[in-house]
């Protein structure tokens, strides 16, 4: 089929690959924008060197709802299908109405769970046994299109890095194996069931806070839902404490005052939860890199009666 592919992060990559090797035309990459890097360089997004590899036009429109002279380029390419994953924009009907079968979306949740811009953490966030990938037929509504094919992929203690690219692997395959369906006409399309929705906000750099006034379950979850980004942290007297490697574990003092240390060993320490206590072994304190627990010991001072806030 004659594809327009639009995405932007690594998530993305996996199913522009599996496309291309499927033998497919790619007509045109769409993704985002680039944006300026810590220094100052230019860095475009993982899509877009992936479409470089093999030499394929890449667009990047500011907006596509405000771009009528890119819309109008887009007819003139009269693709059968645009497959879009994490694009990061919002498609204008006008757009929808371009291919011959219309646009489908990789979206990375068991729809119509998780909704939204951020399925993947939440889905570990919340504590959740499994996600999956769903394939959709797009329409004006956010994600709440036909179901059109699913899979799903146990959570289990992974974090949103090691579960990332296990969906992007699994919609990779996936939206292959969905695209030749539709090209034979042989594909279902299911409605959702709007009832059983629920929705994945956009992460904000404050929802990573914690004072440890929730359960250390709760926050294991979180700790591994925001690894990439935000990150999940507390203070430490006047400095940010960002946490990275932790495990929920029986108390050690369940009298102490939640963000309590209640232990310090050579390669770990522990602080008590409102429900709970929370072991952690590696951390990154503010204008530090990242270090475990045994060389933050190092240079850093931790008693037990210290709080966390």
Not at 61 to 86: G, M, T
Request: charged fraction near 25%.
């Amino acid at each position: 089929m004659r594809i327009v592919y639009m995405g932007t992060p690594d998530f993305a990559v996996p199913a522009l690959n599996s496309i291309i090797k499927a033998g497919h035309d790619v007509l045109l990459v769409v993704t985002q924008p680039d944006r300026r890097g810590n220094r100052g360089k230019m860095v475009f997004s993982p899509v877009k060197a992936c479409a470089l590899e093999y030499n394929i036009k890449v667009s990047q429109p500011n907006s596509i709802k405000n771009e009528p002279k890119f819309i109008d380029e887009l007819r003139l390419l009269q693709p059968d299908i645009i497959v879009v994953a994490a694009f990061g924009q919002i498609l204008p009907q006008e757009v929808l109405d371009i291919p011959v079968h219309g646009c489908i979306n990789i979206h990375g949740s068991i729809l119509p769970e998780y909704r939204g811009a951020a399925p993947i953490q939440y889905a570990i966030l919340e504590g959740k046994a499994e996600t999956g990938v769903t394939i959709m037929q797009m329409e004006k509504g956010l994600d709440t299109g036909d179901i059109i094919s699913l899979a799903k992929v146990n959570i289990g203690r992974k974090d949103i890095i090691a579960l990332s690219k296990e969906l992007a692997e699994c919609g990779a395959k996936l939206v292959v194996d969905t695209m030749e369906l539709i090209e034979k006409g042989k594909a279902t399309y299911t409605k959702q069931d709007d009832s059983a929705s629920s929705y994945a906000h956009m992460i904000s750099k404050e929802d990573g806070y914690t004072n440890f006034g929730t359960s250390a379950t709760e926050i294991d979850n979180k700790v591994r839902a925001f690894k990439a980004w935000p990150g999940t942290f507390t203070n430490i007297g006047q400095k940010t404490l960002k946490l990275f490697e932790v495990l929920p574990i029986e108390d050690v003092d369940s009298n102490a005052q939640y963000g309590t240390i209640t232990s310090v060993d050579k390669d770990k320490f522990t602080v008590k939860c409102n429900r709970g206590t929370l072991e952690i072994s590696e951390v990154q304190l503010q204008g530090k890199k990242r270090m475990t627990v045994s060389d933050f010991l190092r240079g850093n001072k931790l008693e037990v009666g210290m709080r966390l806030k």
